[in-house]
Nanobody, 122 residues
Framework: VQLQASGGGMVQPGGSLRLACAAS????????IGWFRQAPEKERQELSC????????YYTDSVKDRFTISLDNAKNTVYLQMNSLKPEDTAIYYC????????????????WGQGTQVTVSS
């Protein structure tokens, strides 16, 4: 399983970005995919995940109603659409395989992609 995250950048508060995680092999592995982030001097935070089997999604409270996760099976890519971005969303964003992704939370991770930097600043 290999994952490649992309789509980060710098955006003003209130702006939007769409992150992409190209994930080869995860479906055959039976894994789900999640997004995480880590800001400087802070612990890694779970953000969202999507089930590869039934498209069940989960969002942590801080991003619910602002972020949307989606899966394109044909492209083996998971997207994280981020709207209404805030300065506190500044972090390195990572995608990872995990199991399971359920409506109540994210399971254990297995494989990680490299991160992509998101900076929200005026």
């Amino acid at each position: 399983v290999q994952l490649q995250a992309s789509g980060g950048g710098m955006v003003q508060p209130g702006g939007s970005l769409r992150l992409a995680c190209a994930a080869s092999g995860f479906a055959e592995d039976g894994s789900d995919i999640g997004w995480f982030r880590q800001a400087p001097e802070k612990e890694r935070q779970e953000l969202s995940c999507i089930s590869s089997r039934d498209r069940t999604t989960y969002y942590t409270d801080s991003v619910k109603d602002r972020f949307t996760i989606s899966l394109d099976n044909a492209k083996n890519t998971v997207y994280l659409q981020m709207n209404s971005l805030k300065p506190e969303d500044t972090a390195i964003y990572y995608c990872a395989t995990l199991w399971p992704c359920g409506a109540n939370g994210m399971g254990s991770t297995s494989y990680w992609g490299q991160g992509t930097q998101v900076t929200v600043s005026s």
